[in-house]
């Protein structure tokens, strides 16, 4: 006689001895139940979508309480996909998501957080339980946690110093400027602690290469709308659609140069075309000089991996540039946009009024910068305080303009002095060089297509938020910090590889 040894292989008995219906039917039936209840309730008001987001989000809980990563896979997709800034002129079904966006400002309930801020908080505790409630694990720090830590800490310290500056500290204002930081830092340690297989990699690529191929779409949609107007819009994209869309084209770049090859490269190869012209489409000065700088940096790297390789795509990428200039030098439109945009770096002149506005507007702030910079050289103005204006400027439409400033690589200076610009560059380097240095040791093209990815964002994240306000937006700096985490996974990897290797007798 067999007798069961668990509760799920048992039947339950009541005294009466009928038996206890198993959990799996019980759990069916609910689910027929509110199935049903959600189809009457779609029915009854006239199929109101709507009705389908708190089953949406249910699924969603339960799926990241059972298991984490997905919570992963949700938020880095919806950091690419969504949009943080709704675009003027023009409204894409996708900039209504309000995803970015406190919950409080648009429903109801008191909750001053965001949907992303939610689902890392979320993923953080499921995270928590599992690994502190089972297995009583350690947080894993990772190869670039300390240079995370110490990012986010000059927040915590220009907060300090802001509200020590007195009662022109604003609060939200404060918050605004802090968000982004934090988010950076909870995607790395959420990303370093759940990714503990290849196949977890693989599926954050896919995603990055799929979701950005939507936004290429949607550029050139934009694009199109754009051109029935009866005016001229400033932009058609995003600002930081760009990094997303250079950084995949640098991931093809990356595949030809180290000899990768697989069913997402293929795909890579040949969406292409599609994310060259959505490059150029865009009319972003920055997303093209940062896509030239980026690939400078990939073929650096690639002359320790892969010299014969690299000499080879230089020289033709030499000849390319050279009939490039010689076939759009007089030319207009966008394919003669990179061109625009290597003449505005040494000539003003040759770029349009816009640009010129815009150039002179940034050239001000620059002026204000330095002005803050001598007044306060130590502490800055701390977080949540306006920085000192010398000459002033006409208003923008960015309503955080006399807090954040365009150049965002002096604007850690501005908030909490050399300390919060050298905890910018301590990160930034770090994730350079060990970056790099995986690069160079890997053996694998597959795992050395994965480091790749945080060093061509960080490049790319650099230049944009050179002249751009690229580490206010919550979107690249998920991103940022995902890849960041998946790298560390690679290091810790290749780290353990090392040391039992080592350790391995005669």
Same mark, same amino acid.
């Given at each position: 006689m067999i007798v069961p040894t668990s509760a799920s292989a048992a039947t339950t008995r009541r005294p009466g001895g009928s038996a206890a219906p198993p959990r799996t039917v019980i759990f069916g039936a609910i689910s027929l139940l509110c199935a049903a209840a959600y189809a009457f309730a779609i029915v009854a008001s006239g199929g109101d979508v709507m009705l389908l987001l708190p089953l949406a989000g249910a699924i969603v809980v339960l799926g990241i309480c059972a298991y984490p990563t997905l919570g992963l896979f949700v938020l880095f997709a919806s950091a690419i996909l969504f949009e943080q800034v709704r675009l003027s002129g023009i409204e894409p079904p996708i900039t209504e998501t309000k995803f970015f966006v406190n919950i409080n400002a648009y429903t109801p309930l008191p909750i001053r957080l965001s949907i992303p801020d939610l689902l890392m908080l979320l993923t953080g505790v499921a995270l928590a339980a599992r690994r502190f409630g089972a297995t009583h694990q350690r947080l894993r720090m990772g190869a670039f946690g300390w240079a995370v830590l110490g990012y986010v800490g000059v927040f915590v310290l220009g907060t300090v110093i802001g509200v020590a500056r007195g009662a022109s500290w604003n609060a939200d204002v404060a918050l605004?400027?802090?968000?982004?930081?934090?988010?950076?830092?909870?995607?790395?340690?959420?990303?370093?602690?759940?990714?503990?297989?290849?196949?977890?990699l693989s599926v954050f690529l896919w995603l990055f290469v799929l979701v950005s191929a939507v936004k290429a779409v949607q550029i050139l949609g934009n694009g199109q709308a754009a051109a029935d107007l009866s005016y001229t819009l400033r932009t058609i994209s995003s600002h930081e659609d760009v990094i997303f869309i250079g950084a995949a084209i640098a991931l093809a770049l990356v595949a030809v140069l180290v000899g990768h090859r697989s069913r997402l490269v293929f795909v890579l190869f040949a969406l292409q075309p599609l994310f060259v012209v959505a490059e150029f489409v865009a009319y972003r000065r920055v997303g093209l000089i940062a896509l030239a700088v980026m690939c400078l940096v990939i073929m650096l790297m690639?002359?320790?991996?892969?010299?014969?390789?690299a000499a080879v795509l230089g020289a033709l990428a030499c000849v390319g540039?050279?009939?490039?200039l010689l076939i759009f030098w007089d030319a207009t439109g966008p394919a003669a946009e990179p061109l625009r945009a290597m003449r505005s770096v040494v000539d003003a002149s040759a770029t349009s009024l816009v640009d010129q506005a815009s150039n002179a507007?940034?050239?001000?702030?620059h002026e204000n910068?330095?002005?803050?910079?001598?007044?306060?050289?130590?502490?800055?103005?701390?977080v949540g305080q306006r920085y000192l204006f010398e000459r002033d400027v006409a208003d923008i439409s960015f309503p955080y303009w006399r807090f954040i400033t365009h150049d965002a690589l002096l604007w850690l200076w501005l908030k909490a002095g050399p300390?919060?610009?050298?905890?910018? $560059?301590?990160?930034?380097?770090?994730?350079?060089?060990?970056?790099?240095?995986?690069?160079?040791?890997?053996?694998?093209?597959?795992?050395? $297509?994965?480091?790749?990815?945080?060093?061509?964002?960080?490049?790319?994240?650099?230049?944009?938020?050179?002249v751009d306000l690229g580490l206010t937006y919550s979107r690249t700096m998920i991103v940022l910090g995902t890849s960041l985490g998946l790298a560390a996974f690679v290091a810790e990897e290749q780290q353990t590889k090392t040391t039992s290797a080592s350790q391995w007798p005669d």
């Open positions: 605004t400027e802090s968000r982004a930081p934090v988010q950076l830092a909870l995607a790395y340690f959420l990303t370093a602690n759940l990714v503990r297989e290849h196949r977890q690639a002359l320790f991996t892969r010299p014969r390789r540039l050279g009939l490039y507007f940034r050239d001000t702030e910068i330095g002005y803050t910079i001598r007044e306060l050289p130590l502490t800055g103005v701390g300390l919060g610009a050298f905890a910018l $560059w301590f990160l930034v380097a770090r994730a350079v060089l060990v970056g790099s240095d995986l690069f160079r040791r890997l053996s694998a093209p597959a795992l050395q $297509w994965v480091v790749a990815l945080p060093v061509t964002l960080v490049v790319l994240q650099v230049v944009f938020s050179s």
